[in-house]
């Protein structure tokens, strides 16, 4: 079992950052391609980011690519995702979420486990 444990969110204006954490219980967490969804009000969740376990590959949506950065630290067991220049349309709840498939992708499906879900709201 893989429990994950969002944090970092919050209430931003347009333009700042944030860095959001996911904690991870699993003594093999190098072993999990990661990944970050994203669910605004009223919006299917999708995908944000990936990174895979093997060779630290990454994979962005192409809404995000250039302002968002994912990154894990095996050694702390944690995902991070680096958000900058945030605009309103990224408000969501963010959520980090596990998978056992080496090239897990942007299918919810791909993934086993998954956090509660950390807030970002955007001010315009």
């Known amino acids: 079992q893989v429990q994950l444990v969002e944090s970092g969110g919050g209430l931003v204006q347009t333009g700042g950052s944030l860095r959001l954490s996911c904690a991870a219980s699993?003594?093999?967490?190098?072993?999990?391609?990661m990944g970050w969804f994203r669910q605004a009000p009223g919006k299917e969740r999708e995908f944000v980011s990936a990174?895979?376990?093997?060779?630290?590959?990454?994979y962005y949506a192409d809404s995000v690519k250039g302002r968002f950065t994912i990154s894990r630290d095996n050694a702390k067991n944690t995902l991070y995702l680096q958000i900058n220049s945030l605009q309103p349309e990224d408000t969501a709840v963010y959520y980090c979420?596990?998978?056992?498939?080496?090239?897990?992708?942007?299918?919810?499906?791909?993934?086993?486990?998954w956090g509660q879900g950390t807030q970002v709201t955007v001010s315009s």
């Open positions: 990174i895979n376990w093997i060779d630290g590959n990454t």
């Open positions: 699993v003594r093999t967490f190098s072993a999990y391609t």
């Open positions: 979420a596990a998978s056992r498939f080496l090239n897990a992708g942007n299918r919810r499906d791909d993934y086993d486990y």
